[in-house]
């Protein structure tokens, strides 16, 4: 019988990201948020080699160690860049299809990987709870050649249609959408991952398709988390559980003191054999 | 040339022509010295209903000598351009000083999001890159600039971009419209007394907001003299002719972090942003703003030396932040 592991639903998210990252690839992150841990961890055990960019123009740095943007980034997030330049900068990299990847969190994703976050509820002119509006994240999802989303499994967080489109999936999904409204051809949504499942789209239709899900769920426990029903992959493979390592570098290196780690609820996994 | 879809967002009119003008009129070019308070400039330079920029955010590099001192001159009816911000939009919103803001991206706030809730702010949205791509149109002397995001969306809906036909190869592409600010106020390393400035790290967009500006208040951890500027002129970000004040603060970004330089104070953070999720920021703003004349006085009486020595401390990171 195999050992009982413990791990967070946080750690969970953060694992089937990092498990995407490749080496040699160029990423554009999100600043000092989940995607950036991600980063880090994949950093630290299966792509060494992945290299990344942050909006404010920092350039392929080698970070210490996790630097939350709200601690002031400073001199630590910009650690052995190898340029410090711009936020137009990197917007111009971007369009001339250098990054392979952005990763972005989102508050909301829909079928077609659009997300939101400006507000949920009401209208634009009266939202029921505004939020700081697209940041980078529009030129991440509209420029890099891919894009990876990250979301917690929460029904309200996977709305049939995002009550507002702050940055752009496939929008409604038709042929050529995103290059009618001016965006760079052939980019778009390539992962939607959350603590349980992860989520691919459909070459035709565009819709979000669902390509593999946690042993420790079932495919119920998942949908019932969604407000529709995407797309099922025949057959649908299995989310390898977080190794011991993946676990130790995030817990020991990269938020030794459980800030974001220990927000996640606790999940209790015995592999079969 | 062809607009196939425009955002109905509010937008001032791109104006180049104007801008040479006031360029002409009244941006000197004589090497004289522009050294003066906080006070003196913001009150020389700043308006009520300028239209408002900065580098970076009140986490990191930000004006913040010259934010307050905004706050305290009590400034009305500015038009902000928000990107990439952190707290800063929420305490010039508190001090009243704000009437309308472009979104880039607000950090999560009890005070920017009553304000848009409550419509006690106008809002246009647009993205962080597209600010700034605004500010680098303004910059070059041009009317607008194309550009590759933006399109599709709601944001693009309600902001004052457009969608037209490439006359050039026949697809469609955005449009953004040049932002030329009223007044830019952004915080340096080092600056010489004729305004040729320092930045060291990774910039938002320091060329693009100091260049756009009618207006430009430069504050400085420290005025170097122009020899050691003409040592290094690699160096130099902006150039002496587009600066119109040159403010020496040191710890001018305090409560952030100067990269290279200090840390930011993590305890006043956490009271600042508690300040904003309490709807507390009247007593937060008297408690460092109004009851000082100066970003000094209020180091020298709030903070002290004790605690600026551990700021400089907690910065262990130097390597290439100095010339």
């Given at each position: 019988?195999?050992?009982?592991?413990?791990?967070?639903?946080?750690?969970?998210?953060?694992?089937?990201?990092?498990?995407?990252?490749?080496?040699?690839?160029?990423y554009?992150?999100?600043i000092?948020?989940s995607?950036?841990?991600?980063?880090?961890?994949?950093?630290?055990?299966?792509a060494?080699?992945?290299?990344?960019?942050?909006e404010?123009?920092?350039?392929?740095?080698?970070?210490?160690?996790?630097?939350?943007?709200?601690?002031?980034?400073?001199?630590?997030?910009?650690?052995?860049?190898?340029?410090?330049?711009?936020?137009?900068?990197?917007?111009?990299?971007?369009?001339?299809?250098?990054?392979?990847?952005?990763i972005?969190?989102?508050l909301q994703?829909?079928?077609?990987?659009?997300?939101?976050?400006?507000?949920?509820?009401?209208?634009?002119?009266?939202?029921?709870?505004?939020?700081g509006g697209?940041?980078?994240?529009?030129?991440?999802?509209?420029?890099?050649?891919?894009?990876?989303?990250?979301?917690?499994?929460?029904?309200?967080?996977?709305?049939?249609?995002?009550d507002?489109?702050?940055?752009p999936?496939?929008?409604?999904?038709?042929?050529?959408?995103?290059?009618?409204?001016?965006?760079?051809?052939?980019?778009?949504?390539?992962?939607?991952?959350?603590?349980?499942?992860?989520?691919?789209?459909?070459?035709e239709?565009?819709?979000?398709?669902?390509?593999?899900?946690?042993?420790?769920?079932?495919?119920?426990?998942l949908?019932?988390?969604?407000?529709f029903?995407?797309l099922?992959?025949?057959?649908?493979?299995?989310?390898?559980?977080?190794?011991?390592?993946?676990?130790?570098?995030?817990?020991?290196?990269?938020?030794?003191?459980?800030?974001v780690?220990?927000?996640?609820?606790?999940?209790e996994?015995?592999?079969?054999? | 040339?062809?607009v196939l879809?425009?955002?109905?967002?509010?937008?001032?009119?791109?104006?180049p022509?104007?801008?040479?003008?006031?360029v002409?009129?009244?941006?000197?070019?004589?090497?004289?010295?522009?050294?003066?308070?906080?006070?003196?400039?913001?009150e020389?330079?700043v308006s009520?209903g300028?239209y408002?920029g900065?580098?970076?955010?009140?986490?990191?590099?930000?004006?913040?000598?010259?934010?307050?001192?905004?706050?305290?001159?009590?400034k009305?009816?500015?038009?902000?351009?928000?990107r990439?911000?952190?707290?800063?939009?929420?305490?010039?919103?508190?001090?009243?000083?704000?009437?309308?803001i472009?979104?880039?991206?607000?950090?999560?706030?009890?005070?920017?999001?009553?304000?848009?809730?409550?419509?006690?702010?106008?809002?246009?949205?647009?993205?962080?890159?597209?600010?700034?791509?605004r500010?680098?149109?303004?910059?070059?002397?041009?009317?607008f600039?194309?550009l590759?995001?933006?399109?599709?969306?709601?944001?693009?809906?309600?902001?004052?971009?457009?969608?037209?036909?490439?006359?050039?190869?026949g697809?469609?592409i955005?449009?953004?419209?040049?932002?030329?600010?009223?007044?830019?106020v952004?915080?340096?390393?080092?600056?010489?007394?004729?305004?040729?400035?320092?930045?060291?790290?990774?910039g938002?967009s320091?060329?693009?907001?100091?260049?756009?500006?009618?207006?430009?208040?430069?504050?400085?951890?420290?005025?170097?003299?122009?020899?050691e500027?003409?040592?290094r002129?690699?160096?130099?970000?902006?150039?002496?002719?587009?600066?119109?004040?040159?403010?020496?603060?040191?710890?001018?970004?305090?409560?952030?972090?100067?990269?290279?330089?200090?840390?930011?104070?993590?305890?006043?953070?956490i009271?600042?942003?508690?300040a904003?999720?309490m709807?507390?920021?009247?007593?937060?703003?008297?408690?460092?703003?109004?009851a000082?004349?100066?970003?000094?006085?209020?180091?020298?009486?709030?903070v002290?030396?004790?605690k600026?020595?551990?700021?400089?401390?907690?910065?262990?990171?130097?390597?290439?932040?100095r010339a």
């Open positions: 019988m195999s050992e009982t592991i413990n791990f967070t639903t946080t750690e969970s998210l953060l694992i089937n990201v990092a498990n995407l990252i490749e080496n040699n690839k160029y554009w992150v999100a000092g948020g995607p950036m841990m991600a980063m880090m961890l994949a950093r630290k055990t299966l060494p080699r992945a290299y990344y960019v942050v404010d123009g920092t350039i392929c740095p080698d970070p210490l160690e996790y630097v939350p943007f709200l601690s002031g980034a400073s001199g630590a997030a910009e650690y052995r860049a190898v340029a410090w330049k711009d936020m137009n900068t990197v917007g111009f990299h971007c369009a001339m299809g250098y990054y392979d990847y952005g972005l969190d989102c994703v829909d079928m077609y990987g659009n997300i939101n976050s400006t507000f949920i509820g009401g209208s634009y002119e009266h939202p029921e709870r505004r939020f697209p940041g980078g994240a529009n030129e991440i999802a509209s420029m890099c050649w891919q894009t990876i989303f990250m979301a917690d499994q929460e029904k309200r967080k996977y709305p049939r249609r995002v507002f489109i702050s940055s999936g496939y929008l409604d999904g038709s042929p050529r959408a995103r290059e009618r409204a001016g965006l760079p051809a052939n980019t778009g949504p390539y992962r939607v991952v959350s603590e349980i499942a992860m989520f691919g789209f459909d070459e239709t565009h819709m979000m398709k669902l390509l593999a899900i946690a042993p420790w769920v079932t495919l119920d426990d949908l019932v988390e969604m407000e029903e995407p099922i992959a025949d057959p649908l493979e299995k989310l390898p559980p977080p190794t011991e390592q993946q676990l130790t570098v995030l817990r020991a290196e990269i938020d030794p003191g459980g800030r780690l220990g927000q996640g609820t606790w999940i996994y015995t592999p079969e054999d | 040339m062809e879809a425009s955002g109905k967002g509010v937008y001032r009119t791109p104006d022509d104007g801008h040479r003008e006031w002409r009129t009244h941006k000197s070019r004589e090497l004289k010295s522009k050294v003066m308070t906080a006070k003196e400039a913001v020389k330079f009520d300028d408002l900065y580098d970076l955010n009140i986490h990191k590099r930000g004006p913040a000598a010259l934010m307050h001192e905004i706050i305290r001159q009590k009305k009816d500015l038009w902000v351009a928000v990439f911000s952190g707290m800063d939009p929420a305490i010039l919103i508190a001090g009243g000083c704000v009437s309308r472009d979104i880039g991206w607000f950090i999560q706030s009890g005070t920017c999001s009553r304000a848009i809730q409550e419509g006690l702010i106008k809002v246009t949205e647009w993205t962080n890159g597209a600010v700034v791509y500010e680098l149109a303004g910059a070059m002397g041009l009317p600039l194309p590759r995001y933006i399109g599709g969306t709601d944001t693009f809906e309600q902001s004052g971009a457009k969608l037209i036909k490439d006359p050039f190869t697809q469609e955005c449009l953004v419209p040049a932002l030329n600010l009223d007044v830019a952004v915080h340096v390393h080092q600056c010489d007394e004729f305004g040729n400035a320092r930045i060291f790290g990774s938002l320091p060329m693009e907001t100091c260049s756009c500006a009618k207006k430009l208040i430069i504050s400085t951890e420290e005025v170097v003299s122009s020899d500027i003409r040592r002129p690699q160096l130099t970000t902006v150039p002496y002719y587009m600066v119109d004040a040159v403010v020496n603060v040191p710890f001018g970004t305090y409560p952030g972090a100067m990269p290279g330089l200090y840390g930011s104070d993590p305890e006043h953070m009271e600042m942003m508690m904003d999720r709807g507390t920021m009247d007593a937060y703003l008297e408690k460092w703003v109004y000082f004349e100066s970003h000094a006085e209020m180091l020298d009486k709030l002290g030396a004790r600026l020595i551990q700021l400089m401390q907690a910065e262990t990171f130097r390597e290439g932040y």
